[in-house]
T-cell receptor
Framework: DVKVTQSSRYLVKRTGEKVFLECVQDMDHENMFWYRQDPGLGLRLIYFSYDVKMKEKGDIPEGYSVSREKKERFSLILESASTNQTSMYLC?????????????FGPGTRLTVT | GNSVTQMEGPVTLSEEAFLTINCTYTATGYPSLFWYVQYPGEGLQLLLKATKADDKGSNKGFEATYRKETTSFHLEKGSVQVSDSAVYFCALGWDNNDMRFGAGTRLTVKP
């Protein structure tokens, strides 16, 4: 079974802090994704990566950056956390390069910024 | 533009009731269509998918048919169980790196 793990289930940070969210997948998948999930809005894509050191902006990249130094690991970085970044963050991976393939999701990190 | 509209929830049903969760979309091109399910405290997992018009996806008693003429992908199950209580997401994915999720529909099944 594909396994996508995220470094924390719950995180509380203060406004202005730099925040790192880590994601690791164990199935040698090419694509990795970061989404945020908010009530009534579904999932919105922040960034995705189709290869090591490659990244593409999604729908809401402002205030975020990403890093993919190894194929299995994809990090989301909040350079200076703000209260409007309080949300559930979901990492996902997929085998193929196209978005028409199934994505495998981690359990999520619920981030609260105070 | 591309978008997904999902039936608003929450939906509350009794065990063994029939379930329909509506999903309609606007899309250019030929996306693949998905239903994902999120159980409490977990990430999303694929429930079923369909890749072209008239395809029917099915899994665990759930079904959905890719209807291009009505731009719909409604999720159905003939007899729901308490264990089906979850949030259900309709989603579209394209080869050109576009992906759209619906807002999600929370289903609660009471014994």
């Amino acid at each position: 079974d594909v396994k996508v793990t995220q470094s924390s289930r719950y995180l509380v940070k203060r406004t202005g802090e730099k925040v790192f969210l880590e994601c690791v997948q164990d199935m040698d998948h090419e694509n990795m994704f970061w989404y945020r999930q908010d009530p009534g809005l579904g999932l919105r894509l922040i960034y995705f990566s189709y290869d090591v050191k490659m990244k593409e902006k999604g729908d809401i990249p402002e205030g975020y950056s990403v890093s993919r130094e190894k194929k299995e690991r994809f990090s989301l970085i909040l350079e200076s956390a703000s209260t409007n970044q309080t949300s559930m963050y979901l990492c996902a991976s997929s085998l193929e390069g196209s978005f028409s393939y199934e994505q495998y999701f981690g359990p999520g990190t619920r981030l609260t910024v105070t | 533009g591309n978008s997904v509209t999902q039936m608003e929830g929450p939906v509350t049903l009794s065990e063994e009731a029939f379930l329909t969760i509506n999903c309609t979309y606007t899309a250019t091109g030929y996306p693949s269509l998905f239903w994902y399910v999120q159980y409490p405290g977990e990430g999303l997992q694929l429930l079923l998918k369909a890749t072209k018009a008239d395809d029917k996806g099915s899994n665990k008693g759930f079904e959905a048919t890719y209807r291009k003429e009505t731009t719909s992908f409604h999720l159905e199950k003939g007899s729901v169980q308490v264990s089906d209580s979850a949030v259900y997401f309709c989603a579209l994915g394209w080869d050109n790196n576009d992906m759209r999720f619906g807002a999600g529909t929370r289903l609660t099944v009471k014994p």
